[in-house]
């Protein structure tokens, strides 16, 4: 097949700036998680290991520009139990995204291809490891295990994928639907979780997966236009088909109806 050609300095700016952002959130997530470390007392931990009830969560659609108001908020229903769920549960997303995204850069059209595109996979991937480290570390703060293993119903899907794969679309495709699922996750995650600290976890990894999705969505468009070449900067408007106008433009409310049940990738 003819190969894809693809602007490397739009991209180069694409992953500087994913990078900046995602900076920006892990000293957000870390503080969280110290203030939740202190916050969680030996006591407290020891009474949800020997097996707290499970209270009922509540989810509701989340503003991602006010979630840093709502994580200053009164705490919403939910319990600790609950907490260490979405937590595992966001590891195994994470654990699985970052799976994807080794096995997209030993593929040969990403290793011997672009090599800003290879080094934008290899960012991502540590960005998605680092945040595999703080669910696991809050995971474990609040007593329970560490989750190490992918998400298993999207496994399921990545593994009847990752045989079709034939190009770079295809591996765009299923990056799309990780993210995806993972800021939608997160997004509801910060009214189900119980600790002010946990949601600002959650509210600040939410919109690095969102920027993922976003600048993966509008390579996406460029790529089914057979416009690659037009992933540039400056680019001509009148050239760009209708789908690059609207794509990867934030979402004002962030849909959160695919979102991962917390129990989903939780250890079992």
Same mark, same amino acid.
């Given at each position: 097949m003819p190969s894809e050609r693809i602007d490397t300095r739009l991209l180069a700016e694409?992953?500087?700036?994913s990078e900046d952002l995602n900076s920006d959130a892990l000293r957000i997530t870390n503080g969280a998680l110290t203030d939740f470390g202190q916050a969680v007392t030996p006591g407290r931990r020891r009474w949800w290991q020997r097996g707290g009830l499970l209270a009922g969560a509540a989810g509701m659609a989340l503003l991602l520009g006010g979630t840093r108001a709502y994580a200053d908020?009164?705490?919403p229903s939910g319990s600790m139990a609950d907490d260490i769920l979405a937590l595992q549960t966001a590891a195994s997303i994470e654990n699985l995204a970052v799976s994807v995204y080794r096995t997209a850069a030993g593929l040969p059209f990403i290793k011997d291809g672009n090599k800003t595109v290879a080094a934008f996979i290899a960012k991502t991937t540590q960005q998605h490891q680092a945040h595999a480290q703080a669910f696991n570390a809050a995971a474990t703060q609040a007593g329970g295990q560490a989750q190490n293993n992918p998400d298993p119903k999207y496994? *399921?899907? /990545?593994?009847?994928?990752?045989?079709?794969?034939k190009g770079p679309a295809d591996v765009v495709k299923l990056a799309i639907t990780l993210e995806d699922v993972a800021a939608q996750t997160y997004t509801r995650n910060v009214s189900?979780?119980?600790d002010a600290q946990l949601r600002k976890l959650f509210a600040?990894? *939410?919109? /690095?997966?969102?920027?993922?999705r976003a600048?993966?969505?509008a390579v996406q468009a460029l790529l089914a236009g057979n416009a690659a070449d037009l992933i540039t900067i400056p680019v001509d408007p009148a050239k760009l088909p209708a789908a690059a106008g609207?794509?990867?433009f934030p979402d004002a409310f962030y849909r959160t109806d695919n979102a991962s049940p917390i129990s989903e990738g939780a250890v079992k």
């Open positions: 694409l992953t500087e700036q908020s009164p705490s496994k *399921a899907v /990545v593994d009847q994928a990752l045989p079709t794969i189900q979780v119980s600040s990894v *939410a919109p /690095v997966e969102a920027q993922h600048t993966l969505l609207s794509v990867g």
